[in-house]
């Protein structure tokens, strides 16, 4: 495939300065065939300004990692909502790439799955790309970075999945995540490699079970056999809900070291340091392991879940001084076993 079609969704909630570094870097790559659709999450900031700001080429956008280049603006931004009914979209098929931002404004927060399938649904309906690369807004790329996914995307064709190479923003030699596996006795994704100095020891493509949501290459005709993720997920475990799907059409997922690019972590959600992070760490834990882990495994889980239902939220409050992750710990434990008592099955869902 020459040049393959490539459509980037963004997405934005209160965080206009992370995007803005996020644009200006990927509007600076040297792939010749990509559009950049932004979805805002019904941000409560001055995100929109900003960003508008950002396009018209009177804001100038700071970083450690690129020359701010103002040759490339203004750039063209076309503004919709959710529906996108607007007709003028239907005139812009073409390559778009340097000089056009789709900016799609939603009415209220739905959250990182429900907002990037709204980024998808238009690209879909628009575009018809090759493939769509889901990328945080807290990222900074390297030019070749889309390059090398594609390349390697086009070659493989058992592949539907791809990731980069990931690097803390801050320790731009330290290694976040050279692809991801899924522990299933911690319940969790673990990310391979994470805090080693990079040398060399993570630069062989390989197949691994789950690439991070951060910077997540999807061929579009994975999509339309397994549709798009899961939007009860909300925050957290959507990728690799995602990725399993696809596993079970028969497509598997590559990490691509030669793609670079550097990562803030947990900007929006927090982790389980934050209340709102925790509360979806833990409400979306069980809904996953629920859907798809083992019977022994499930089991595994349970018996763990229920020795720390104790001690865990109150080394985290203690820890972390913030007696508010003891509530969102509950709240998410409660809302966990509600949603897989009465909206799901353990065999009908898997």
């Not at 390059?147 to 190479?165: A, F, M, Q, W, Y």
Request: glycine share 8%; proline share 3%; charged share 25%.
């Amino acid at each position: 495939m020459d040049n393959a079609r490539v459509s980037i969704v963004i997405l934005n909630w209160n965080g206009w300065e992370d995007t803005i570094e996020c644009l200006e870097s990927l509007f600076q790559i040297n792939y010749p065939n990509f559009d950049v659709i932004l979805v805002d999450n019904a941000s409560g900031d001055d995100s929109l300004e900003k960003i508008k700001k950002y396009c018209s080429g009177n804001l100038k956008v700071e970083s450690g990692f690129f020359k701010y280049n103002p040759e490339n603006k203004p750039i063209n931004l076309l503004e919709y909502t959710k529906e996108f009914d607007d007709p003028k979209v239907h005139m812009k098929k073409e390559n778009t790439n340097r000089d056009q931002l789709i900016l799609i404004k939603n009415d209220k927060n739905v959250g990182f799955p429900g907002g990037n399938n709204i980024g998808m649904k238009f690209a879909l309906k628009f575009f018809n790309p090759d493939y769509i690369l889901l990328l945080n807004n807290d990222t900074v790329v390297e030019k070749n970075f889309l390059g090398e996914l594609v390349r390697n995307g086009d070659s493989e064709g058992d592949i539907g999945i791809l990731g980069p190479k990931i690097y803390f923003y801050d320790k731009p030699n330290i290694i976040w995540s050279s692809g991801c596996e899924i522990s299933w006795k911690l319940s969790r994704g673990i990310q391979i490699g994470t805090n080693e100095l990079d040398n060399g020891q993570y630069d062989t493509k390989k197949q691994v079970e789950y690439v991070s949501g951060s910077a997540f290459l999807i061929k579009s005709e994975v999509i339309k056999k397994i549709g798009l993720m899961d939007e009860n997920y909300f925050l957290y475990f959507e990728e690799s809900d995602w990725t399993l799907r696809t596993n079970k059409r028969g497509y598997n997922t590559l990490y691509v070291p030669q793609s670079k690019i550097w990562h803030k972590i947990s900007r929006s959600g927090g982790g389980i340091s934050n209340p709102i992070g925790l509360y979806y760490i833990t409400r979306n834990r069980w809904i996953f392991m629920n859907k798809w882990a083992s019977n022994k495994d499930y089991i595994i889980f349970i018996i763990y879940q229920i020795i720390s239902a104790i001690i865990f939220p109150i080394f985290l409050s203690i820890y972390y001084a913030n007696l508010k992750l003891f509530k969102a710990y509950y709240f998410g434990l409660f809302d966990a076993i509600h949603y897989i008592t009465f909206k799901t099955s353990r065999n009908s869902i898997k």
